[in-house]
């Protein structure tokens, strides 16, 4: 096997696997073979420690290195949750409130226009929209964001509604869910946000959501989605009851549905937040509180791996990590920070301590500061600028007023 790059340093296979167990050398070997690994050794590879999980942080940053190069990506977008209200009463969200309840919250058209129109003049190429399933939303509720939001900003990209929600309209429409998709993207639909997955497994499923949206019906509708070419991101929500079979077998999942489709702009792990919600606070002796650092490097290297050559783009979500974590991910298979999102609801209403935003300027110094390049793309990864040492950034204020908070603190 040949020589390769690993943290800019010129090692051999010799040096990442000197110390490296038979049995996790050879399921490394095989990736970097491009031989398909198997459920059983994908759950191998999360359950590493010592000097094997250091090989497997190494070999994630090769192929991270090999892929996207000293690349860093993000996108300058706004999160509009029109709405918390939602009756489906799943377990884990600390989002979703009756319509009764004070701090309810139902945006109108206009209002999500406007909050769209706000977002363009702060430099935005992407809205990404997303609400509760409440029960009294019209069917043509999804259809007519849409429609508002492109008349006045025709060239904004919407990454709009997830799965559970095409299922809810779709419902509500008596549509199917290809006439349904087909009909939003006519309206303006950009792409979707693979969200609502948690975790592929009805066994828990049923113990987080009641099984109201079934791994089925999530794989059915993103596949919709994708063969209507409407391509979607791919989530995990981890460290909560579920277990490491239970993630090998969601990664599998995904890869097998982006071998038929192709859809996929990139992957996401989102670490469950535990503060708020209702799932750990009723059972907190049952419910983990959250994963642990070292799941969280697992999860996003071990990602990089299984995906290889099929989801390229392994994204951090810094809403539920925090800046500092994010960053060093960068050296564990990590190419993508994802969004500016100006504001933040669904984490934040968890108990999220990280804020609603974090800027142009600030996502730029937190990648120059992992010795890699920023880059500015859109929704479905093409670039917008690259960030010499040179560049003037714009220094924007946050659109929220975080009252003394500093994101980057880490960095001083």
């Known amino acids: 096997m040949k020589d390769f790059q690993v943290n800019c340093s010129s090692i051999t296979v010799e040096d990442i696997f000197s110390d490296t167990s038979v049995d996790i050398r050879l399921i490394l070997e095989n990736c970097l073979n491009d031989r398909y690994l198997s459920t059983m050794d994908i759950e191998k590879l999360f359950l590493t420690t010592g000097k094997d999980k250091q090989a497997v942080l190494k070999i994630a940053d090769f192929l991270r290195n090999k892929v996207n190069g000293n690349h860093v990506t993000f996108v300058v977008n706004r999160n509009i949750n029109?709405?918390?209200?939602?009756?489906?009463?799943?377990?884990?969200?600390?989002?979703?409130?009756?319509a009764n309840q004070l701090g309810a919250e139902w945006l109108s058209t206009d209002q999500v226009v406007k909050r769209a129109e706000e977002a363009w003049h702060r430099g935005a190429t992407e809205v990404c929209i997303q609400g509760g399933l409440h029960p009294k939303l019209p069917s043509t509720y999804y259809r007519d964001i849409l429609i508002a939001i492109k008349k006045v900003l025709p060239k904004m990209h919407i990454h709009a509604f997830s799965p559970f929600e095409i299922w809810?309209?779709?419902?509500?429409?008596?549509?199917?869910?290809?006439?349904?998709?087909?009909?939003?993207?006519?309206?303006?639909?950009?792409?979707?946000?693979?969200?609502?997955?948690?975790?592929?497994?009805?066994?828990?499923?049923?113990?987080?959501?009641?099984?109201?949206?079934?791994?089925?019906?999530?794989?059915?509708?993103?596949?919709?989605?994708?063969?209507?070419?409407?391509s979607s991101t791919a989530t995990i929500m981890y460290g909560?009851?579920?277990?490491?079979?239970?993630?090998?077998?969601?990664?599998?999942?995904?890869?097998?549905?982006?071998?038929?489709?192709?859809?996929?702009?990139?992957?996401?792990?989102?670490?469950?937040?535990?503060?708020?919600?209702?799932?750990?606070?009723?059972?907190?002796?049952?419910?983990?509180?959250?994963?642990?650092?070292?799941?969280?490097?697992?999860?996003?290297?071990?990602?990089?791996?299984?995906?290889?050559?099929?989801?390229?783009?392994?994204?951090?979500?810094?809403?539920?990590?925090?800046?500092?974590?994010?960053?060093?991910?960068?050296?564990?298979?990590?190419?993508?920070?994802?969004?500016?999102?100006?504001?933040?609801?669904?984490s934040r209403?968890?108990?999220?301590?990280?804020?609603?935003?974090?800027?142009?300027?600030?996502?730029v110094k937190i990648i120059r500061s992992a010795r890699k390049t920023p880059i500015r793309r859109d929704t479905l990864y093409r670039t917008l600028k690259t960030y010499n040492q040179e560049d003037t950034i714009d220094n924007s204020s946050p659109l929220v007023s975080r009252n003394g908070s500093n994101p980057l603190s880490f960095l001083n």
Not at 349 to 361: C, H, L, P, Y
């Open 82 to 98: 029109f709405t918390n209200v939602c009756y489906m009463g799943c377990k884990f969200c600390g989002f979703a409130k009756r």
């Open 168 to 230: 809810y309209g779709a419902k509500k429409s008596r549509m199917s869910y290809a006439d349904f998709l087909e009909d939003l993207k006519d309206c303006g639909l950009g792409s979707m946000p693979g969200t609502a997955a948690e975790i592929l497994d009805t066994k828990i499923r049923k113990k987080l959501t009641k099984n109201k949206l079934s791994a089925e019906q999530w794989v059915e509708i993103i596949t919709t989605a994708h063969q209507l070419g409407i």
């Open 240 to 346: 909560h009851i579920d277990a490491p079979k239970h993630w090998a077998i969601h990664l599998d999942t995904l890869r097998r549905i982006q071998v038929k489709t192709g859809g996929f702009t990139e992957f996401v792990p989102l670490s469950f937040v535990h503060y708020d919600s209702p799932l750990y606070l009723e059972n907190p002796s049952l419910v983990r509180a959250g994963a642990t650092d070292n799941e969280i490097e697992l999860m996003h290297a071990v990602a990089r791996i299984v995906l290889h050559g099929f989801i390229d783009n392994i994204q951090v979500s810094w809403t539920k990590l925090g800046a500092e974590k994010a960053r060093n991910l960068l050296s564990m298979g990590v190419n993508d920070l994802g969004g500016t999102l100006m504001n933040e609801s669904i």
């Open 349 to 363: 209403a968890a108990g999220s301590k990280n804020g609603q935003e974090i800027t142009e300027a600030e996502m």
